[in-house]
């Protein structure tokens, strides 16, 4: 018979009771980049695990969302937004209906029809009305840890009693909902399982990587690529080699935090967000701490000067893209983004065996055009209340028909 326990952190599991459970899975479930998360998530981490005989089957983290919680580890930021209609100038007499469909079904999954025409932001009336949301999400994707010698029927029941535990916590915590705001669409179990506990889903986001598994060098990557976008490769790394007083190399993270962390700060600015550089900075100390076989931060230099990073993770199974900072004060940077974003990880990927670069969410121009992979990423979300769940599926449908359109423009 199983047992199920409500833990607080992976640091309540043995180091190889943990490695039993997740060695054939990636980076983002390992112990080190787990403890990152719990450092970096300002909510209360839930970790539920299943037992059977004494033995360790599966585990189902999550971090309960706060107010201070980012938008993609708060469903209810996400959901409200404006930008995920994904709306062009093309469609202008759509714009307005869209946004009052949004509005009003968000209202109505909240029990509060009256602020339909108010001002408050759909994640603050959500907040309100729902409750937070226990979000089960590592990097770019939704999953479960499952033994990995349980066989398809025993994986399944035992994905269907963590979702049941985790609706199970909602409840008996007085949280809103449970949310798995990153489901591939080929998990195919985890979307029957969810399914059947009762949960809506659809499109939010997609993610996107670069596949590297069957190349046995960089230059065997490069003749496979379609040749206009062989050209720019080489193109843009020539520009980068040629760059006058630029050099390349690559950066130990631990010391190099603060310029990291004020270079992080820099790119979040640059595109709307806040930055707290002291937070990054810490932020960054912990991951060198608990992954330092695994970090890779590859710079663009001027005189010494770190102008340009990335920072990577090396997993077994993949490369992971984490961030990537830039003083823009200097004019002529070069080819420092595709450099260190994607050229530098694709190459350190194809040396170690590593089968992909995962990019992350978003962003899909610049990736598909260096010939990434996007895949959709679905929002998974239960509510106690039917009805209440019935509107917030219709607006998960709704928003869901968007992405899914939206995002077939970056197929291929």
Known sequence: MSHISDLNSVDDIPVGEWEELTHESDIDASRGFLQFREFLEPG?????????????QGALRGVLAVPESGLTSDPWKFVGSQAVLRL??????????????????????????????GEAPLWQVLSRGVGPCLVVREFDRSELQLHPEADAAEAESLAAQLVRAAQTWVVEK????????FVSPRDGRLREVLTQAGFRGGAMTGASWMDTGRFGSYEEFLTALPSRRRRRYLLEERRLQ??????TGVADLARNAERVAALEAQTLIKHGGKADVEAIRRARIELAGRLPDAVRVPTVEQDGRILACALHLQGRKSVVFMSYGCDYGVEDRSAAYPWAAFYYPIRTAITSGAATVRLGLEGFEAKTRRGAVTEARELWVWIPDAVRLGRLGEL??????R????????AG
């Open 44 to 56: 209360e981490s839930v970790l539920l695990t299943s037992r059977s005989a004494g033995r360790l």
């Open 88 to 117: 062009d100038d093309s469609e202008e007499g759509k714009a307005a209906p869209l946004r009052r469909a949004q509005r009003a079904l968000a209202c109505e999954a909240a029990g509060a029809k009256e602020e339909t025409d």
């Open 174 to 181: 007085g949280a809103g909902a449970v949310a798995f705001p």
């Open 242 to 247: 040629e760059a006058p007083g630029l050099a």
């Open 396 to 401: 998960l449908d709704l928003v869901g028909d």
């Open 403 to 410: 992405n899914t359109a939206y995002l077939k423009r970056f």
